[in-house]
């Protein structure tokens, strides 16, 4: 059992920037993948990006990437999720995910490819 902490999330300006943490109780070096969602109101769980422990790059939802970055420090067992440039149209609850399913990076956009689940964290940009 994996149990996820995201923290970090709050309410920022609109071009402003935070920093999402997620802490894994466990990490696994077979193949598994930590991934982070979003979720605003009234909308389905999105695909924000993922990153495998075990090397390779991370990857994004294609809207994301160049706002978005993820980085982690495996000693930690921490994923980060580093967004700059923020919008209005990113409010949601952030979760972070994890799968040891051995996921193929074409597989990692889809919420049921995951395992485990954090809480989530609210990010809310608004003036």
């Known amino acids: 059992q994996v149990q996820l902490v995201e923290s970090g999330g709050g309410l920022v300006t609109p071009g402003g920037s935070l920093r999402l943490t997620c802490s894994a109780s466990e990490r696994s070096f077979s193949n598994q993948v930590m991934g982070w969602f979003r979720q605003a109101p009234g909308k389905e769980r999105e695909f924000v990006g993922a990153v495998r422990w075990t090397g390779g790059s991370p990857s994004y939802k294609g809207t994301i990437k160049g706002r978005f970055a993820i980085s982690k420090d495996n000693a930690k067992k921490t994923v980060y999720l580093q967004m700059n440039s923020l919008a209005p149209e990113d409010t949601a609850t952030y979760y972070c995910?994890?799968?040891?399913?051995?996921?193929?990076?074409?597989?990692?956009?889809?919420?049921?490819?995951?395992?485990?689940w954090g809480q989530g964290t609210q990010v809310t940009v608004s003036s």
């Open positions: 995910a994890a799968s040891s399913r051995g996921l193929i990076q074409s597989e990692y956009g889809r919420p049921g490819n995951y395992d485990y």
